[in-house]
């Protein structure tokens, strides 16, 4: 069974930080390249950031660019996002998704800004 579980949301104050983990089972983690994608109340999804199968490339929304870091571990199939400088924008249903032969989704973690 593939699962993606996404972990270490919360409610934070501004200008504060989370890290995010997302693990990987049930299928190949290190043949799928990596995405993070959120949603917020009452939008639609919303692509935050990428990273390839080797972990060497990452890409980022212009918003979270200098405050957000994407990343991978292959041996323990699982990624991170690690988020600073938070702001209230960033309010959101977190969610992990693979890119490859298929496409898979996780069940999301939450996200609040808050003070």
């Given at each position: 069974e593939v699962q993606l579980v996404e972990s270490g949301g919360g409610l934070v104050q501004?200008?504060?930080?989370l890290r995010l983990s997302c693990a990987a089972s049930g299928f190949i983690f290190?043949?799928?390249a990596m995405n993070?994608?959120?949603q917020a109340p009452g939008k639609g999804p919303e692509w935050v950031s990428?990273?390839?199968?080797p972990g060497d490339s990452t890409t980022y929304k212009n918003s979270v660019r200098g405050r957000f870091t994407i990343s991978r571990d292959n041996a323990k199939n699982t990624l991170y996002?690690?988020?600073n400088?938070?702001?209230?924008d960033d309010t959101a249903?977190?969610?992990c998704r693979a890119v490859g032969l298929r496409e898979y989704w996780g069940q999301g973690t939450q996200v609040t800004v808050s003070s």
């Open positions: 501004p200008g504060g930080s290190s043949n799928y993070w994608v959120r990428s990273i390839n199968i996002l690690q988020m400088n938070l702001k209230p249903v977190y969610y």
